[in-house]
């Protein structure tokens, strides 16, 4: 059965720096795409970034020009590095993989991301 696991949540002042992993196994299919997304608490989910591997990347204006998506297809992992961190990117932050020839998404469970002030 595919899994999902998101990592490397975590706390962080305001302006720091945390890298988050997401680990897909079960399955020997590759990443094709994948997204994170988060939840505050109190607000829907809301996406943060989307990358086709190999291909494009794209982002939400929020985090523009401080996250970077990134994939490592032989590893079948998917990472967010997020710099100069704000209050406002606390959340749980989510991992959504499409593996190839697979036709449905596939959720990890989340990590926390707390950022001070």
């Known amino acids: 059965q595919v899994q999902v696991v998101e990592s490397g949540g975590g706390w962080a002042q305001a302006g720091g720096s945390l890298r988050l992993s997401c680990a897909v196994s079960?399955?020997?299919?590759?990443?094709?795409?994948a997204g994170w997304y988060r939840q505050a608490p109190g607000k829907q989910r809301e996406w943060v970034a989307t990358i086709i591997l190999g291909d494009d990347a794209n982002y939400a204006d929020s985090v523009k020009g401080r996250f970077s998506i990134s994939g490592d297809d032989g590893k079948n992992k998917v990472y967010l590095q997020m710099s100069n961190l704000a209050p406002e990117d606390t959340a749980v932050y989510y991992c959504?993989?499409?593996?190839?020839?697979?036709?449905?998404?596939?959720w990890g469970q989340g990590t926390q991301v707390t950022v001070s002030s």
């Open positions: 079960g399955s020997t299919a590759s990443i094709d795409r």
């Open positions: 959504k993989v499409r593996l190839r020839g697979f036709l449905f998404d596939k």
